[in-house]
């Protein structure tokens, strides 16, 4: 059974940073493409970022030179570092697998 699990949100002022985890179970993790994507209160689910086996990674324009995707193969676990966070960053963020499996979400809240 492949599971996802999401932590690391919380609340940030505006030009802080967080990081996001994603620890993946019941499956090869290092084979398998991972993203993340989030969702906005009112708006469609949207990419963030993607990151293949191999290490290739894209962007969504609206976080390119702030956010980064990277995984660590070795513990089953994706990331997104976030820096120089903006108010319309806040969304549950989703990561997932293949697009086909999902974790359940993480609140990323940017306010002062």
């Known amino acids: 059974q492949v599971q996802l699990v999401e932590s690391g949100g919380g609340l940030v002022q505006p030009g802080g940073s967080l990081t996001l985890s994603c620890a993946v179970s019941?499956?090869?993790?290092?084979?398998?493409?991972m993203g993340w994507y989030r969702q906005a209160p009112g708006k469609q689910r949207e990419l963030v970022a993607l990151?293949?086996?191999?290490?290739?990674?894209t962007y969504a324009d609206s976080v390119k030179g702030r956010f980064t995707i990277s995984r660590d193969n070795a513990k089953n676990t994706l990331y997104l570092q976030m820096n120089s966070l903006k108010t319309e960053d806040t969304a549950v963020y989703y990561c997932?697998?293949?697009?086909?499996?999902w974790g359940q979400g993480t609140q990323v809240t940017v306010s002062s």
């Open positions: 997932t697998l293949r697009s086909v499996y």
């Open positions: 019941g499956t090869i993790f290092r084979v398998n493409p």
């Open positions: 990151i293949s086996g191999g290490g290739l990674t």
